[in-house]
């Protein structure tokens, strides 16, 4: 039931929110030392961002750190999205996306909705901001 209720909610969100289209292409861009470095530190404090291939604000968060997003990854939580894994974010009680979760191996991880600024995500995994060079 629990499954049946994770799936609905996902899919029903993303239509309410008006996020049909599928993945956005994301045009070919430079990649940012400094931003790397940034996701690369991210990655390393097991800081993970739980998202939807049909989420607007997943989408504005990839946006945020350009073609770094690809250090940090995503866990996919709709199952039509590539390599979906439902299963995880049902473990993890993942209730809306983006959601991040810092995996410090306590017993409750700590976990951040919606949309995070890089101030945010700095604060959270303890990693310096990027500078502008």
Same mark, same amino acid.
């Given at each position: 039931?629990?499954?049946?209720?994770?799936?609905?909610?996902?899919?029903?969100?993303? %239509?309410?929110?008006?996020?049909?289209?599928?993945?956005?292409?994301? &045009?070919?861009?430079?990649?940012? $030392?400094?931003?790397?470095?940034?996701?690369?530190?991210?990655?390393?404090?097991?800081? &993970?961002?739980?998202?939807?291939?049909?989420?607007?604000?997943?989408? &504005?968060?990839? %946006?945020?750190?350009? +073609?770094?997003?690809?250090?940090?990854?995503?866990?996919?939580?709709? +199952?039509?999205?590539?390599? +979906?894994?439902?299963?995880?974010?049902?473990?993890? =009680?993942?209730?809306?996306?983006?959601?991040? %979760?810092?995996?410090?191996?306590?017993?409750? $991880?700590?976990?951040?909705?919606?949309?995070?600024?890089?101030?945010? !995500?700095?604060?959270?995994?303890?990693? $310096? !901001? +990027?500078? =502008?060079?």
């Amino acid at each position: 039931m629990k499954k049946l209720f994770f799936l609905f909610f996902i899919l029903s969100t993303s %239509i309410l929110l008006g996020c049909t289209s599928s993945q956005t292409e994301v &045009k070919e861009i430079q990649s940012d $030392p400094a931003m790397d470095a940034f996701a690369q530190c991210i990655k390393d404090s097991n800081l &993970k961002m739980y998202g939807s291939f049909r989420c607007s604000y997943c989408q &504005k968060q990839r %946006i945020l750190f350009g +073609p770094s997003f690809e250090i940090i990854g995503e866990i996919e939580c709709h +199952p039509q999205g590539e390599n +979906p894994q439902t299963e995880l974010c049902l473990q993890m =009680d993942v209730a809306k996306t983006p959601t991040w %979760i810092l995996e410090d191996g306590s017993e409750e $991880p700590q976990r951040f909705e919606g949309f995070q600024k890089l101030e945010k !995500l700095s604060e959270i995994s303890g990693c $310096p !901001l +990027p500078q =502008d060079g």
